[in-house]
C-alpha cells in the first residue's frame, strides 16, 4: 500500500446522517425552500414548528458560503437567526464550526429537509450531502441510481422527451465547463420555445447560463456543430449504403434518428475492449463533407464513477478535493481515456485506417449530434469505421453531410422562467448573468421561456448550457470504501477494468431500466 493511504485524510466537513432501514422503507424526501422575505413573515406559531420538525436549517448566502445549523432558533425582534453548525465556502470547504449567528437579511435562500416514512412513521431531517436509498431500484444497485447533470426537455409535438444534458463531465467546480447540445427533433411552433430544465438525480447542479442559440438555416436544409462549437449548414445528409458490426447489419438501427439505437454489450473479461463498426456510403458528389452521429453514452462509464465514489468512501470529500486543486494530475483521467470516445477512421494513401477525428463528449442521457469534419471527398463511394470500447455507446444516426457554409447563431437568453409553474424572477435574475449561478436541488424543474426571431421554421436550434454539479455520495457507496482499490486505480487502470468486467456484466442487462426507474421526483 502507498504511503499516502496510510496517513490519515480528512474526513467530509459535512455531518453525515445515517438512516437505518427496518422493516418499513424510506419513501421520500421533503424539501422546503423559501426567500428571506417569506422566512421574515412566519409568525411566532410557524417558526415553533418549523424548529420542531426541522431541526437543521441550511442558509445559503449571497456570496456562494452556507451555513449548516443544528437546533436553531430566530430571534424574530433583531432579525438574527442562532445556533450552532458549521460555515462552507462555495467550494464547500468547511470555513467555521462553533456557535454561529447570522442577519436574515444576509441569507438569499432558506432551506430544511424533512425525510419521511410511509405510513405514520416520525419524520427524520437531513439536508443536502446526505443521502439515502430512496427507491428499491436504488437499493438493489445503486451503482444504477439515476445522475449525470441538469436534463432538459422539449416537446416533439406529443410529449415532453429528454433533448439534451448539461456539461455531464463536470463533476467539481473546477470542471465547470459550457456545451452545445442540438435540438435535433425540436420544433418550433409560432414565436415562443420552451425548455423543462429538471434535476431528477440526488445531486446538487450549479447553473451559470441556460441559452438558446437560433441558426439561420436555407429552406430544407440542416444545420450542425462542430467540436469547437463552428456552425455548419448542410445542403445534404447522404445515408449509409451498409453499416457492419460485430453482430452483423445495424444499418436499419443508424440510418433514422428515430432512438431506435445500436449498442453492445461490455467484454466479459475487461472493460476497456475495442470494437469496429465499418460504414459504407455510395454516390457522392465531390465536396466538403462531415461525418453526423446521433449518440448517447451507456452506464459504463456513470457505473465506474459511482464504483470510484465508492471505492473513495467517507474519504470522497477529500480525494475529490485533490482533483480540484490538480494533485493528482492525468491519474484522475486514466479510466475515461482508456474507455475513450468514437473514433472516425478513414484510410490514408497507404491503406491503413487512421483516426481524423473523435466523439468526446460525455453523457448517458439524451442523444446529441455531433459534426465531424472529414474535409473534401472526391471518391464516389467512401468507406469509414467507427472504433469504441464495447458496451460504452448508444448509437442512434450515422449520415454524410455535405458541407455548404458556415454560419453564425443568434444568442437567445429566456424571457422568463418557472418554478414549477410559478414565475420565479430570482431564476430568470440569476440565469440571465453570467456572474452569477442558480443552484437546483433533486425534484426541482424550471421552464425556460424563449422569443424566438422572425421566421423561426428556418433556425437550427441549439441549447447551449454552463455548470457544474455535485454528487451526493450514498451511504451504500461508503460500504465499499477500499483506498487499496482505489490505488489501483491511480496506478494500474487497466488490471482494475479487468477485476470490475465480472461484476458490470451482472447488473448490466438491467442497468438502463433501473437507472430511468430511479430518477427523482419530489413529493407535493
Not at 442562532?82 to 470547504?93: D, K, M, S, W, Y
Not at 456557535?99 to 429537509?113: A, K
Request: aromatic share 10%; hydrophobic share 40%.
Amino acid at each position: 500500500m502507498s504511503k499516502s493511504f496510510q496517513l490519515s485524510t480528512p474526513r467530509m466537513a459535512i455531518l453525515l446522517v445515517l438512516v437505518l432501514l427496518s422493516c418499513t422503507m424510506l419513501k421520500k424526501i421533503q424539501r422546503e425552500s423559501m426567500p428571506a422575505d417569506r422566512f421574515k413573515k412566519l409568525s411566532n406559531k410557524q417558526l415553533e414548528l418549523k424548529m420542531k420538525s426541522s431541526p437543521f436549517l441550511k442558509m445559503h448566502m449571497k456570496n456562494g458560503n452556507v451555513y449548516i445549523l443544528q437546533n436553531w432558533a430566530m430571534d424574530s425582534t433583531r432579525g438574527k437567526i442562532t445556533g450552532q453548525g458549521v460555515l462552507l465556502n462555495a467550494r464547500r470547504e468547511k470555513l467555521f464550526q462553533g456557535n454561529v449567528q447570522v442577519g436574515v437579511d444576509s441569507v438569499v435562500l432558506f432551506e430544511t429537509n424533512v425525510l419521511k416514512q410511509s405510513g405514520s412513521a416520525t419524520a427524520l431531517t437531513v439536508f443536502t450531502g446526505i443521502t439515502v436509498a430512496i427507491t428499491a431500484y436504488c437499493l438493489t444497485n445503486p451503482k444504477a441510481c439515476f445522475g449525470s447533470c441538469p436534463t432538459f426537455y422539449i416537446s416533439d409535438g406529443d410529449s415532453l422527451q429528454p433533448d439534451a444534458e448539461g456539461f455531464s463531465a463536470s463533476i467539481a467546480p473546477s470542471l465547470e465547463a459550457s456545451d452545445i447540445d442540438a435540438l435535433f427533433h425540436a420544433a418550433s411552433q409560432g414565436d415562443e420555445f420552451a425548455i423543462e430544465m429538471r434535476n431528477e438525480a440526488l445531486e446538487t447542479h450549479i447553473v451559470r447560463y441556460v441559452n438558446l442559440l437560433a441558426v439561420p438555416r436555407s429552406s430544407g436544409q440542416r444545420v450542425f456543430a462542430d467540436a469547437k462549437g463552428n456552425f455548419w449548414e448542410s445542403s445534404s445528409l447522404i445515408a449509409p449504403s451498409a453499416a457492419t458490426a460485430p453482430e452483423g447489419s445495424c444499418l436499419n438501427l443508424i440510418s433514422h434518428a428515430d432512438r431506435m439505437e445500436r449498442y453492445s454489450e461490455a467484454d466479459s473479461s475487461y472493460l476497456g475492449a475495442k470494437e469496429y463498426i465499418e460504414i459504407e456510403f455510395d454516390d457522392l458528389t465531390e465536396g466538403k463533407y462531415g461525418l453526423v452521429i446521433g449518440a448517447r453514452q451507456s452506464l459504463l462509464s456513470t457505473y465506474l464513477l459511482y464504483q470510484t465514489f465508492a471505492y473513495m468512501g467517507h474519504d470522497v470529500g477529500y480525494w475529490l478535493a485533490q482533483v480540484e486543486r490538480g494533485r493528482l494530475g492525468k491519474k484522475a483521467n486514466d479510466v475515461l481515456n482508456i474507455l475513450g470516445g468514437i473514433d472516425v477512421m478513414m484510410k490514408n494513401k497507404f491503406g491503413i485506417w487512421k483516426v481524423v477525428d473523435k466523439v468526446n463528449e460525455y453523457g448517458p442521457l439524451a442523444i446529441d449530434f455531433h459534426l465531424l469534419k472529414l474535409g473534401h471527398l472526391s471518391k464516389r463511394k467512401v468507406k469509414i469505421r467507427l472504433r469504441m470500447t464495447k458496451g460504452n455507446w448508444r448509437i442512434d444516426y450515422v449520415a454524410l453531410a455535405k458541407l455548404s457554409k458556415p454560419v453564425q447563431p443568434v444568442r437567445l437568453k429566456p424571457y422568463q422562467v418557472l418554478k414549477e409553474g410559478v414565475i420565479d424572477q430570482r431564476a430568470l435574475t440569476l440565469l440571465s448573468d453570467s456572474l452569477n449561478q442558480l443552484v437546483t436541488l433533486p425534484g426541482d424543474r424550471y421552464t425556460l421561456k424563449y422569443q424566438l426571431p422572425k421566421n423561426a421554421p428556418n433556425y437550427e436550434l441549439f441549447l447551449e448550457s454552463r455548470g457544474y454539479y455535485l454528487e451526493w455520495i450514498r451511504k451504500e457507496w461508503t460500504e465499499e470504501e477500499n483506498p487499496y482499490l482505489l490505488s489501483e486505480l491511480w496506478f494500474n487502470p487497466r488490471s482494475l477494468l479487468k477485476r470490475l468486467a465480472p461484476q458490470f456484466k451482472k447488473v448490466e442487462k438491467e442497468i438502463e431500466d433501473c437507472f430511468w426507474n430511479s430518477r427523482y421526483e419530489k413529493s407535493n
